[in-house]
């Protein structure tokens, strides 16, 4: 995965964003086996990375310092009052610690911290993804999780968590108020309320961290003219560095889970739904998008079904459309029925691409397409918290669609193939790829520091004049994409297929 630089502080992007009006779907009740198949794929580090050492301070493999700087393992505290209005709920009066340490104490700090917090909290994960309006997906849990799903994760996926400069976790409880977060330059952020600062102070005593700033008390920690604290604690952000992804994933070895399934596993462990507004389509700066291309990938769990009463054809590959034995009047041989009980038992994936105004009807939408593929889940309502469920759901801009697009017109020979209205049938089951994380690893993308916000309302987002300049688009497929986008355009979808 190529590197992606970054030039200025992270954002606290779950702190950043209140509360969707309308929250997606709730994630489905976890799975007693969940954490069994978890452990059965843990993730790798890539051996091939170096470890970047400065004065004896490691950083993480997946951020980095390119300009000199002179780490300090230490933290930094001050005191925040109690705030919340009628959007955000209310916090107490509370302390906030920056803690900086090196690599190699970052799971052992975490793991001391999760002892203080009560035995069921709400997780929170932020994971950089490859939606082009939006730079991070926020994760958190609206249902409580037991402290030990926590723990699994952790162990399961450390490579990921604690080295990996794409995604940030943490967790929070409300009765008493406790919150950390270790963000994607791997700086720990802790709020505690005001009596339980102590337990705090003794925590990080243990692990022979000094304050750097002295007690906010003491009046000698100058603030900034935004009123914030300064930021004294010298992490790889502070200074031109880099990201990456550290995940071993080579072809010869499938089995080993990239950032996207290890998000997906982490997100049914730890009963998480996105945290975005579903009901309307926002860039990063609160700009209305209108309709744009989706790609979306929907997971089909296998269903408790009888083998006799499988398609034959799903034991020669997901994408096969043959005729059946019993289609044809004959009932199917032991070794077809043998197979298609594998075929049933094996959780499938299909990805479709469509056009929609918001992220409500991009799951709809894509949760039909899976439906309707051939082989697809009968007699299953989609809402149903064991039918299928949409994993992910990133948009595209106009030119990526383009190319997707262009790409099934060259298949297809014509237009017939490119797809159906919302209450139609799939049009097409083509190979959909092409674009920068479609059908493949996410690829990583540049980070940016936080935007101001004037409280003004935002004007509508450019189209994509930044943008290098495209290849011109087929007429046909021009075409579609006015109808497809227009404004007020009914949700369609345009193509899905079954993954291997």
């Given at each position: 995965m190529p590197d992606a630089r970054c030039l200025s502080p992270p954002i606290c992007r779950h702190l950043a964003s209140p509360r969707p009006a309308a929250p997606p779907r709730p994630a489905a009740a976890p799975?007693?086996?969940?954490?069994?198949?978890?452990?059965?794929?843990?993730?790798?580090?890539?051996?091939?990375?170096?470890?970047?050492?400065?004065?004896?301070?490691a950083f993480p493999l997946g951020v980095y310092p390119v300009e000199p700087v002179a780490p300090t393992s230490g933290y930094t505290v001050d005191?925040?009052?109690?705030?919340?209005?009628?959007?955000?709920?209310?916090?107490?009066?509370?302390?906030?610690?920056?803690?900086?340490?090196?690599?190699?104490?970052?799971?052992?700090?975490?793991s001391a911290l999760l002892s203080l917090l009560p035995g069921r909290v709400y997780p929170i994960l932020d994971v950089l993804g490859n939606d082009a309006f939006r730079e991070i997906d926020p994760y958190i849990a609206y249902e409580l999780v037991g402290v030990e799903a926590l723990y699994d994760g952790m162990r399961w996926y450390e490579p990921f968590l604690f080295e990996d400069g794409l995604c940030g976790f943490g967790a929070m409880s409300e009765e008493p108020f406790f919150y950390f977060f270790l963000d994607e330059h791997k700086v720990l952020t802790i709020r505690v309320e005001t009596e339980h600062k102590e337990r705090v102070d003794r925590l990080l005593t243990?692990?022979?961290?000094?304050?750097?700033?002295?007690?906010?008390?003491?009046?000698?920690?100058?603030?900034?003219?935004?009123?914030?604290?300064?930021?004294?604690?010298?992490?790889?952000?502070?200074?031109?560095?880099?990201?990456?992804?550290?995940?071993?994933?080579p072809d010869d070895r499938p089995e080993l889970p990239g950032p996207e399934e290890v998000t997906e596993a982490l997100v049914d462990l730890w009963g998480m739904t996105l945290n975005i507004d579903v009901e309307r389509n926002l860039d990063d700066d609160g700009r209305e998008l209108g309709t744009t291309g989706w790609r979306c990938l929907v997971r089909v769990d296998p269903a408790e079904v009888d083998p006799a009463e499988v398609d034959p054809?799903?034991?020669?590959?997901?994408?096969?459309?043959?005729?059946?034995?019993?289609?044809?009047?004959?009932p199917a041989t032991d070794d077809q029925t043998r197979a298609m009980g594998t075929k049933a038992?094996?959780?499938?994936?299909?990805?479709?691409?469509?056009?929609?105004?918001?992220?409500?009807?991009?799951?709809?939408?894509?949760?039909?397409?899976?439906?309707?593929?051939?082989?697809?889940?009968?007699?299953?309502s989609l809402s149903d918290e064991h039918g299928p469920r949409l994993v992910s759901?990133?948009?595209?801009?106009?030119?990526?669609?383009?190319?997707?697009?262009?790409?099934?017109?060259?298949?297809d020979g014509s237009r017939a193939g490119f797809g159906a209205d919302a209450a139609g049938?799939?049009?097409?089951?083509?190979?959909?790829?092409?674009?920068?994380?479609?059908?493949?690893?996410?690829?990583?993308?540049?980070?940016?520091?936080?935007?101001a916000k004037d409280g003004s309302t935002p004007p509508p987002a450019p189209a994509d004049s930044f943008e290098d300049d495209q290849p011109p688009e087929p007429p046909e497929v021009a075409a579609l994409l006015d109808e497809v986008l227009a404004s007020g355009a009914a949700?369609?979808?345009?193509?899905a297929r079954w993954l291997e």
């Open positions: 799975d007693p086996d969940a954490r069994y198949h978890a452990a059965m794929h843990r993730c790798l580090l890539n051996p091939a990375l170096e470890r970047v050492r400065v004065n004896g301070f005191f925040e009052p109690a705030d919340g209005d009628e959007e955000w709920e209310e916090w107490p009066d509370r302390y906030v610690y920056e803690v900086l340490v090196s690599a190699e104490r970052l799971r052992p700090l975490c243990a692990f022979e961290l000094l304050n750097l700033g002295g007690e906010p008390a003491a009046g000698n920690r100058a603030r900034r003219a935004d009123g914030q604290p300064p930021v004294e604690v010298l992490a790889a952000d502070a200074v031109s560095h880099e990201h990456r992804s550290v995940l071993l994933t054809a799903d034991a020669d590959g997901p994408q096969s459309t043959g005729s059946t034995p019993e289609s044809e009047g004959k038992l094996r959780t499938r994936y299909v990805e479709v691409v469509l056009a929609a105004s918001c992220w409500r009807e991009a799951e709809d939408l894509a949760l039909t397409a899976a439906s309707q593929l051939p082989g697809g889940p009968k007699g299953v759901a990133d948009r595209l801009r106009r030119h990526e669609l383009a190319s997707i697009m262009g790409m099934l017109a060259a298949a049938a799939v049009g097409g089951v083509g190979v959909v790829g092409g674009v920068g994380g479609v059908g493949g690893r996410p690829v990583a993308a540049e980070t940016h520091g936080p935007r949700g369609r979808i345009l193509a």
